[in-house]
């Protein structure tokens, strides 16, 4: 339901993406891992066209989008399908937590204002934030904003979340609350597609786990699979260096 | 050393504050036609419109490069011999025009400084979940741009005030003019400037209150 074929990314000479095919399933959740620079951020924004790939073909649901033709109304549809959770939340900082997810439906949906508040309350609810509906993203912890930013995603609809190092901008006294909601997510069958330095989240959640160097896929399989007995030796030497306690 | 004419003085007042309401006027005439050509020049320069952006560019430089004064001349007296169908362009008319254009060049560089500083992971966001470009500038940029802005556009507003005083240059009796004619009947010019310089504070002493109070209201709005 999500398919990339040949999807490449260049800057000027530099070449970032360099033909990535990946299929998703509805429901799968797809970690990525893999060194600083090699693209994985770049992955995920051409996704959503965030920015625009070189070269390649996109499928989300029933919508294919060709990198090379383009149109303004396919890219909108694109980013309709999809939705993005970013490293530094990205909270729009002139609406409440409240209104920041019920933008989208507001916005975008055309929704009575009043429905979709009513949907954003049942979205805080689920993010255990009820009682911060009210609070601008300045009040609330990283952690909360976080999960704001997470609910917002949720709003969406979208057919898959893309989330890039949701954890890392945090305190690691709030790291803990942001996997619990991705967990809960996954447990609802939300299709995600994962960036994460959290080798835990990958090896408890992912239904599969890609380790990506020089913008191509290397290797992937499923985490028990990956982690314990890893075939490529970028994979090994990569993964020696993030489970110093695994040494494979 | 004389004595100042403490009556005169007095008697002054009531005077020239008839003629205050056609500076506020065209002051507020000029802020409003100002901020909407300053929005529409930032947003061409911050969104790089092919042509229109250069176009923007030679605009600002033009009317942030030369004087005032010499722009309001221009107006004045250049157009209308390049123009006959403006014979006689009114000097009313030409003050708003030049003050329109010269603080609005001003503006849209400080409206671009703000809109370049709402925070670009927003746009970012906004785009993300399928807004247009339209949308987001209306719903996210705008609103967070004004908050930054409005302490800089506001003190425009007050260096507009002010300048309308050259108005009296190209024939309008406003406040200064009209200080101008009494002063020249009386001979009582410190008498009459003073009190044109008292009335300008006044007027800028009440609009920084309505200045301080708007930032107190913008500043609230997002700390909760
Ligand atoms: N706008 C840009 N212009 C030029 N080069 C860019 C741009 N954005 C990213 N790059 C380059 O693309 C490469 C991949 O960047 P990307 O952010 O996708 O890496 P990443 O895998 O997400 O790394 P990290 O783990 O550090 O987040 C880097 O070498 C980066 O310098
Ligand atoms: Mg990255």
Known sequence: MIQLKGLRKEYGKQTVLDGIDLDIAKGEIVVVIGPSGTGKSTLLRCINFLETPTAGEITVGDLTVDACSTSRKDILALRRRTAFVFQNYALFANKNALDNIAERLIVVDRWPKEKARQKAREILQRIGLADKAEAYPASLSGGQQQRVGIGRAMATGAEVILFDEPTSSLDPEWVEEVPGLMKQLAREHQTMLVVTHEMSFARDVADRVIFVDGGRIVEQGPPSELFSNPRDPRTRDFLRKVLPDQTA | ?224
């Not at chain 2, 007095?10 to 205050?20: D, E, N, R």
């Not at chain 2, 240059?169 to 002063?183: D, I, R």
């Not at chain 2, 504070?201 to 200045?211: H, K, P, T």
Request: proline share 3%.
């Open chain 2, 1 to 224: 050393m004389n004595v100042l004419d403490l009556d005169y003085m007095l008697g002054l007042i009531p005077v020239l504050l008839k003629y205050l309401p056609l500076t506020l006027e065209m002051a507020a005439a000029g802020m409003v036609l100002a901020l909407v050509l300053a929005c529409l020049l930032a947003v061409i320069r911050v969104l790089k419109v092919p042509v229109l952006d250069r176009f923007a560019m030679l605009f600002i430089s033009f009317f942030r490069g030369t004087p005032l004064l010499v722009q309001l001349f221009l107006f004045y007296y250049g157009l209308p011999q390049l123009m006959s169908s403006l014979t006689a362009i009114n000097g009313i008319t030409a003050t708003i025009m030049g003050l329109t254009m010269h603080f609005s060049a001003y503006m849209a560089e400080s409206i671009r400084a703000a809109i370049v500083g709402v925070d670009r992971s927003q746009t970012e966001a906004a785009l993300s979940i399928g807004m247009t470009n339209a949308q987001l500038m209306r719903r996210i940029v705008l609103p967070q741009a004004t908050r930054i802005a409005v302490p800089t556009l506001m003190n425009y507003f007050l260096d507009m005030i002010k300048a309308t005083s050259l108005a009296f240059t190209l024939g309008v009796t406003e406040l200064m003019g009209s200080a101008q004619k009494e002063a020249a009947g009386s001979f009582l010019y410190f008498e009459a400037f003073i009190i044109v310089a008292i009335i300008y504070r006044g007027i800028v002493e009440l609009l920084s209150w309505l200045q301080r109070y708007l930032e107190h209201r913008l500043n609230r709005a997002y700390s909760r």
